[in-house]
């Protein structure tokens, strides 16, 4: 049930007033669309959503009411996009369709995420951009919590190797690091895994004691990348000189940055794209895929947010610094988002770092994510990214059989809309319609009538302000969507500062 852009409230539209317009307009959506392009129009019809009916079945005329006004309200909404058609698409090709997961359990890390569990481990798939066909998962292996899943990799670098002995060795089963095993487990969010592979994930992580702050600029990294880069055959040294020349290059110093129409043609379409349409809400809408393959493996997550925001991939450094600055300056002081980041810091993600070595599995908080180089990142940074950049982020997850199990929003909605797809949890691509104008095209506002019906959506939500949607509220609340966007910081220079308040030429 898709909803409409316009400004006015469901309410207001459907009211007694209107009802001879509302069919009025409803037959010239028809003949427009009639006259457009019939084959075209029909087959998405034929081809669109296929959602459940509601759970509560007790009026079947109310039913059929709602079901006319999803009608209308979705020839209108269709109607506006033709508004903002391309003239030709911007690949020609024969688009998959996706399906709708019909029913979705929920685990146990979810469970403990609607309660507010304060630590927990969240496992991230190996988002390697090396290899398209990621390996077959492991089975779960005996003692390991619901919420934990083995990691394989699919990166071309090797397979993920599991470091036994070393840190942590103990003659006491009890004791991880000379404290009770019991605590350091439960701080890195491992609690249940046998203490060999808590051992194992723990080999990177330093400088713990009971009741320390989490890894933090000032708490201390507390991850001992040296030893990582040795493990990976890593560079053990970044030369200075390498660091002038990204910082050049990402700061713009070698070419103006692209108008995103010219991005997409030069920079999208480097590497063949696929078209995907029948993700909830806009199943009528044909997606463009980009692979985002190219470049530095490893970075698919900063790579895919380049691309939207900088209009290609090599801008992936610039973008996960930005994110670091922005999230270390939160952590700091009385920022706005500073509870939300100190929660989001306090989880701890069973990832990946690769190298020309190979690979190694550890955890990692967010600000360790955001800082070792080569490790994976997981989807909740989106939140960062969304008040980074003032955009609206929606993910689509896809699982192996080109099934939608999930959809998740960041940010303030009448930011830009920007689409993401995460792929067989390990690996993002980015979206844009192929048929409209991306800056111009924007999700339905998400309500729980435009998402009632989907499996993955709430009956919670029935009573809930739009704004407490449970797609729009990740964190159990604690970001106030009604508070709207943060500022973008810009870069603010002191020689241009004092030019516009002395009147003095700009000094170059």
Request: hydrophobic share 30%.
């Amino acid at each position: 049930m898709l909803a409409w852009f316009h400004s006015v409230t469901k309410a207001s539209y459907y009211s007694e007033s209107l009802p001879r317009r509302k069919r009025k307009r409803k037959g010239k959506c028809k003949e427009k669309f009639k006259a457009r392009d019939k084959s075209n129009y029909e087959a998405r019809r034929n081809t669109g959503r296929r959602r459940p009916a509601p759970d509560d079945d007790d009026d079947d005329d109310d039913d059929d009411d709602d079901d006319d006004d999803d009608d209308d309200s979705t020839s209108l909404w269709l109607e506006d996009l033709n508004s903002i058609r391309r003239e030709s698409p911007i690949y020609n090709g024969v688009a998959s369709v996706v399906t709708i997961r019909q029913s979705q359990p929920q685990s146990r890390s979810q469970q403990q995420q609607q309660q507010g569990s304060p630590v927990e481990v969240v496992t991230l798939d190996d988002d390697s951009d090396d290899s398209p066909d990621p390996q077959p998962r492991l089975p779960q292996q005996q003692g390991t919590p619901d919420n934990t899943i083995t990691i394989n990799s699919d990166s071309d670098d090797g397979p993920v190797q599991e470091v036994t002995g070393g840190t942590g060795n103990s003659s006491s089963d009890d004791q991880i690091w000379g404290y009770a095993r019991a605590d350091v487990q439960a701080y890195y969010g491992l609690q249940g895994l046998p203490r060999a592979r808590a051992v194992n994930l723990l080999q990177y992580q330093t400088g713990y004691t009971p009741q320390a702050d989490y890894p933090s600029a000032t708490s201390g990294l507390r991850f001992d990348v040296a030893q990582l880069r040795r493990d990976i055959a890593g560079s053990s040294r970044v030369r200075q000189r390498d660091i002038d020349e990204a910082y050049s290059a990402q700061n713009f110093g070698d070419s103006a940055p692209l108008p995103f129409e010219e991005a997409i043609s030069r920079n999208w379409l480097a590497e063949t794209p696929e078209l995907v349409r029948g993700f909830p809400m806009v199943e009528e809408v044909e997606f463009l895929l980009q692979p985002n393959m190219a470049g530095a493996p490893s970075n698919c997550f900063f790579k895919a947010v380049a691309l939207l925001v900088y209009g290609g991939h090599t801008f992936y450094g610039r973008v996960k610094a930005e994110h670091l600055q922005l999230f270390d300056e939160a952590l700091r002081w009385d920022h706005p988002r500073h509870e939300l980041y100190h929660q989001m810091n306090a989880r701890f993600y069973s990832t990946v770092v690769t190298g020309p070595g190979g690979a190694r599995r550890t955890v990692a908080n967010i600000y360790q994510m955001l800082t070792v180089p080569g490790m994976y990142t997981a989807l909740d940074v989106f939140d960062i990214t969304a008040d980074l950049y003032n955009l609206f982020i929606v993910v689509y997850t896809l699982d192996g059989n080109n099934e939608v199990t999930n959809v998740t929003t960041m940010g303030s909605y009448n930011a830009r809309h920007v689409f993401i797809c995460h792929v067989n949890g390990n690996h993002f691509k980015t979206m844009i319609p192929n048929e409209y104008y991306a800056s111009e095209f924007q999700l339905p506002r998400i309500t729980y009538e435009s998402t009632r019906g989907y499996p993955m959506a709430s009956r919670r939500d029935e009573n809930r302000h739009a704004l407490d949607h449970s797609w729009r509220n990740r964190w159990a609340g604690n970001l106030d969507r009604r508070q709207g966007a943060l500022p973008v910081e810009h870069a603010f220079y002191l020689t241009t500062l004092t030019s516009v308040m002395r009147g003095t030429q700009l000094r170059q």
